[in-house]
């Protein structure tokens, strides 16, 4: 089993910054897992954000935030880092950190394996 415990959501204003945090523990969890970010609005499907596969060192990004967002990871510490730079109202949802075995970085939520409780990101104009 793996779990995901997010970090770092909160109120900003439009234009402002937050940081994100996963940190993911378990005794099957490793290097070859890919882990990603989702988002959901009231009254939206789940939504891909970003992902980084650690092993296989690449990333992938959703058009929205290209450019503002950027994902990192740390090994040492078995986390990811979502840095969100020139926030948007419509960047208002509810985080979520997911993780799945394998080097594929998928855009659907369904598969992806575990999940955190998810973060409250509120952008207000």
């Known amino acids: 089993q793996v779990q995901l415990v997010e970090s770092g959501g909160g109120l900003v204003q439009a234009g402002g910054s937050l940081r994100l945090s996963c940190a993911a523990s378990?005794?099957?969890?490793?290097?070859?897992?890919?882990m990603v970010w989702f988002r959901q609005a009231p009254g939206a499907e789940r939504e891909f954000v970003v992902g980084i596969s650690w092993s296989g060192n690449s990333t992938y990004y959703a058009d929205s935030v290209k450019g503002r967002f950027t994902i990192s990871g740390d090994n040492a510490k078995n986390t990811v880092y979502l840095q969100m730079n020139s926030l948007k109202p419509e960047d208002t949802a509810v985080y979520y950190c997911a993780a799945r075995r394998g080097l594929l970085i998928a855009t659907t939520a369904y598969t992806y394996d575990y999940w955190g409780q998810g973060t409250q990101v509120t952008v207000s104009s």
């Open positions: 378990g005794r099957t969890f490793s290097s070859t897992y890919t």
